[in-house]
Structures are given as structure tokens and as C-alpha cells.
């Protein structure tokens, strides 16, 4: 059982910045892809980025160049840096554990991600 605890989120106003991060625990490889999906009220949930265990990236085309993904293999954690944050941003993002990009095997409960003046 894999168990993912997010926290970072929070209302920020547009422009800004958050950082979010996920640990993992319990029975996780350290080969799995982990990342992040996001899903705004009456949408679909959908794929933010993903990382592999060798640090291969894909990113959503709505947040290239604005968002970045990265993790910490030893401490089995991922971050993602949000910067020029818009309100269409605005969602719940959950993280993700899967043995590849688009596959997800374990998600975290989620974090609220507010973007609003």
C-alpha cells in the first residue's frame, strides 16, 4: 500500500507563486513515476506533469514554461513549483504514484490550489 500526503496549496493572488509537495510511503518503488493531476470544479481531471525515477518530465501545455516538476529519490518526495499562477490554475491537485507517466496505480487526497485577486 502506497500512501502519497500532498500539502503546499493555499489562495494566492495571480502572478504568484506556490510550491507543492508530495511524500511518499509504504510499498512504493523507487522505479514508479510520480506527479501531479489537477481538477477544477465541473471539468475532467487532468495530467498537470509527471516525472520518472531518472528524471524524464512531461508537462501539460497548458503550464510549460510556468510549472515545474521535481523529486527527491532518497526521500521519496516530489515538488511542484507554480509560478505566474493564473485563475484558470484554479483546482485541486492531486498527487500521483504509477509505474508509467499515464498510469496511475495510488493518489493523494488532494490539495486546494486557489488563484484569485
Known amino acids: 500500500q502506497v500512501q502519497l500526503v500532498e500539502s503546499g496549496g493555499g489562495l494566492v493572488q495571480p502572478g504568484r507563486s506556490l510550491r507543492l509537495t508530495c511524500a511518499a510511503s509504504?510499498?512504493?518503488?523507487?522505479?514508479?513515476?510520480m506527479g501531479w493531476y489537477r481538477q477544477a470544479p465541473g471539468k475532467e481531471r487532468e495530467l498537470v506533469a509527471g516525472?520518472?525515477?531518472?528524471?524524464?518530465?512531461v508537462y501539460a501545455d497548458s503550464v510549460k514554461g510556468r510549472f515545474t516538476i521535481s523529486r527527491d529519490n532518497a526521500k521519496r518526495t516530489v515538488y511542484l513549483q507554480l509560478n505566474s499562477l493564473k485563475p484558470e490554475d484554479t483546482a485541486v491537485y492531486y498527487c500521483?504514484?504509477?509505474?508509467?507517466?499515464?498510469?496511475?496505480?495510488?493518489w493523494g487526497q488532494g490539495t486546494q490550489v486557489t488563484v484569485s485577486s
Open positions: 509504504g510499498s512504493i518503488a523507487s522505479s514508479y513515476v
Open positions: 500521483y504514484s504509477g509505474r508509467i507517466i499515464t498510469r496511475v496505480d495510488s
Open positions: 516525472i520518472t525515477s531518472s528524471g524524464t518530465t
